[in-house]
């Protein structure tokens, strides 16, 4: 079968490789439908922070039918379309057992502990299976996990009147303004240097864009001043900007994965009372965003940039990591089995 794998940092290759065999006990072999490029996998390939095994066929955004189950598996049955939870945790540290697996203190993510879904099929854990409607569309069930990455990120933010600012309208500050827009019942700013991407987000969320300078932002938070919002470009310079336009007793939401180390005047914190929150993966949201989707079709559909094929994927980490595309997510489609099979 066809697999997109990484072997090192910047070294990312399709390849035919063999299939996986029988699922071991509490595993399950799923035939790939659909799969989504997320920022983190970009981020891997260009530093390679989370390298754990190589080669290691990359993708943690997916969705799949079951082909078969190993021994002891009864959450799910040959047949069934699911989408995969991407946290891969120990259950046995003190983050575990209190519920907060996303904090697990040997956390790993599928893609990178154990293969994911960028093949014609994988393996995974049946404890990270989620069974989702066969009638949805492979290409919202395949942005299940984005979204809830996103949902947690929103539930981060304390709940405020005023307006609230999403700054980076890639995948997850484009589904967290999506949500915010359907949720948030002040004013939704988006800001993100894409004009086009921001312009996309724009029309399918109904949010304002907003330049992210004191003046531009003071003129759209007029009687509604900016008291959340959520970092999801992971910019060093974005977030310094973010700290600058946010209303004191304001919260930031950082989603994003950074590139640098941030220097700022912790007075800045202390006289503003600003909360700086780390929102990592997600906790306990992605069976709430699996019920979303049915809703949220339309416009998860409207976000995509484009579909590809596996081939296509080198090429496509490439084009993304040059920030160019208007859309949200690319997503990688298989080719559909002959009917019965």
């Given at each position: 079968m066809k697999a997109v794998r990484l072997h090192g940092p910047g070294d990312l290759r399709v390849e035919d490789v063999l299939a996986p065999g029988a699922p071991d006990a509490g595993w399950v072999k799923l035939r790939v439908d659909a799969a989504g490029i997320c920022g983190s996998d970009l981020h891997n390939f260009r530093t390679g922070q989370w390298i754990s095994r190589s080669?290691?066929?990359a993708g943690h955004e997916l969705t799949?039918?079951?082909?078969?189950?190993?021994?002891?598996?009864?959450?799910?049955?040959?047949?069934?379309?699911?989408?995969?939870?991407?946290?891969?945790?120990?259950?046995?540290?003190?983050?575990?057992?209190?519920?907060?697996?996303?904090?697990?203190?040997?956390?790993?993510?599928?893609?990178?502990?154990?293969?994911?879904?960028?093949?014609?099929?994988?393996?995974?854990?049946?404890?990270?299976?989620?069974?989702?409607?066969?009638?949805?569309?492979?290409?919202?069930a395949a942005m299940a996990e984005p979204l809830a990455v996103a949902l947690h990120a929103v539930r981060r933010l304390p709940k405020t009147a005023g307006s609230v600012l999403v700054v980076g309208c890639g995948t997850i500050?484009?589904?967290?303004?999506?949500?915010?827009?359907r949720t948030f019942a002040g004013r939704v700013l988006i800001a993100d240097r894409n004009q086009a991407r921001c312009a996309r987000v724009a029309r399918v969320t109904g949010a304002t864009i907003v330049d992210l300078d004191r003046d531009a932002v003071a003129v759209a938070?007029?009687?509604?001043?900016?008291?959340?919002?959520?970092?999801?470009?992971?910019?060093?310079?974005a977030l310094a900007q973010l700290l600058d336009v946010l209303s004191p007793g304001g919260a930031v939401a950082l989603v994003?994965?950074?590139?640098?180390?941030?220097?700022?005047?912790?007075?800045?914190?202390?006289?503003?009372?600003i909360a700086?929150?780390?929102?990592?993966?997600?906790?306990g949201e992605l069976p709430d965003?699996?019920?979303?989707?049915?809703?949220?079709?339309?416009?998860?559909?409207?976000?995509?940039?484009?579909?590809?094929?596996?081939?296509?994927?080198?090429?496509?980490?490439?084009?993304?990591?040059?920030?160019?595309?208007?859309?949200?997510?690319?997503?990688?489609?298989?080719p559909r089995p002959a009917e019965g099979v």
């Open positions: 080669p290691s066929t799949g039918t079951v082909l078969a189950v190993g021994e002891g598996v009864q959450t799910v049955a040959v047949g069934d379309r699911v989408v995969a939870d991407s946290r891969f945790w120990c259950g046995e540290c003190a983050q575990c057992i209190a519920g907060k697996r996303h904090l697990c203190a040997s956390l790993g993510f599928v893609g990178e502990v154990c293969d994911g879904g960028f093949a014609e099929q994988t393996v995974l854990p049946s404890r990270l299976l989620h069974v989702v409607d066969r009638k949805l569309d492979e290409r919202v500050g484009g589904l967290a303004a999506l949500l915010l827009s938070t007029a009687n509604a001043p900016l008291l959340a919002a959520i970092e999801a470009t992971g910019s060093i310079a994003g994965i950074f590139h640098g180390r941030l220097d700022i005047d912790p007075n800045i914190l202390v006289e503003r009372e700086l929150l780390g929102s990592h993966a997600f906790a965003a699996i019920r979303m989707l049915g809703e949220l079709s339309e416009p998860l559909i409207s976000l995509i940039d484009r579909e590809i094929g596996l081939d296509e994927v080198p090429a496509a980490y490439e084009r993304l990591l040059a920030g160019q595309g208007d859309g949200l997510k690319t997503i990688i489609r298989m």
